[in-house]
């Protein structure tokens, strides 16, 4: 029913900053909620940043309140992720999600997963 196709990653020194985009198919997108999630090396996945149907109301990690920004665009079906500030423990692999509901503004209630855009970021 939906498809999504995760772009803009790589490498980037710290400071710097890089912006994702999450295109997605399928018409059930622009009722779901939609973000994304990231997983270091050895690491458990992780969620970072989420936004409504609407693309109104928006949450974060704690690790990234501040620096990073998620935002939609309805009319291309598109979710981004602006990444500034970029710390070396940024570095994971980043996933696009999408989900009927937002669950106690810290996580997605994920029906589809992108298949993940590679960044890196060096000291």
């Known amino acids: 029913q939906v498809q999504l196709v995760e772009s803009g990653g790589g490498l980037v020194q710290a400071g710097g900053s890089l912006r994702l985009s999450c295109a997605a198919s399928g018409r059930t997108f622009s009722s779901y909620a939609a973000g994304w999630f990231r997983q270091a090396p050895g690491k458990d996945r992780e969620f970072v940043a989420a936004?409504?149907?609407?693309?109104?109301?928006?949450y974060y990690a704690d690790s990234v309140k501040g620096r990073f920004t998620v935002s939609r665009d309805s009319a291309k079906n598109t979710v981004y992720l602006q990444m500034n500030s970029l710390k070396p423990e940024d570095t994971a692999v980043y996933y696009c999600?999408?989900?009927?509901?937002?669950?106690?503004?810290?996580?997605?209630?994920?029906?589809?997963w992108g298949q993940g855009t590679q960044v890196t970021v060096s000291s």
């Open positions: 936004t409504d149907w609407s693309g109104t109301l928006t």
């Open positions: 999600a999408a989900g009927p509901r937002i669950i106690t503004r810290r996580t997605i209630e994920v029906s589809y």
